[in-house]
């Protein structure tokens, strides 16, 4: 499960020292995640709906109320490469709207390829 818990001064992000993002196997109130829609002014409306794919939401940790972000001027190296650090913060613009560090995107698979995705689709 994907769980985080409030910042602390042991438990912190490595490269940012953000409230820290961690794979666990219990399940508890600290792996409890809910999707938003991305417009503010209609969330109470989409709220209870079916998450749509492959349309932009944001990912809030229900216990800590702060969104899941991929900053991309923290990141290290890893057998697989570069990867990005993911945190839990919810970043905001100058009108108090989410940036997009906390935009994220279900992509399902492409039912007619392999290897493709629905955003690689043609229409």
């Known amino acids: 499960y994907l769980a985080s818990d ?3 001064f042991v438990r912190f992000a490595k ?3 953000l409230q820290q993002v961690f ?6 109130y600290l792996t409890c995640w809910q999707a ?6 209609l969330r109470l409306e989409y709220e209870g709906f079916p998450v749509p794919a492959n349309s932009k939401i944001i990912i809030t940790h229900c216990h800590t109320n702060r969104s899941l972000a991929v ?4 990141w290290t190296r ?9 945190i839990c913060h919810t970043y905001l613009d100058s009108h108090k709207a989410e940036e997009d560090k ?3 995107v279900i992509v399902t698979g492409n039912p007619s390829n392999e290897d493709g995705t629905m955003i690689d689709r043609p229409n």
């Open 102 to 104: 906390n935009y994220w």
């Open 78 to 86: 890893s057998y697989f490469g570069k990867e990005y650090e993911v």
């Open 15 to 17: 490269k940012s020292y």
């Open 6 to 8: 409030h910042k602390s």
């Open 36 to 41: 938003t829609f991305l417009d503010p002014q």
């Open 71 to 74: 900053p991309r001027n923290f």
């Open 23 to 28: 794979l666990t196997d219990e399940l508890s």
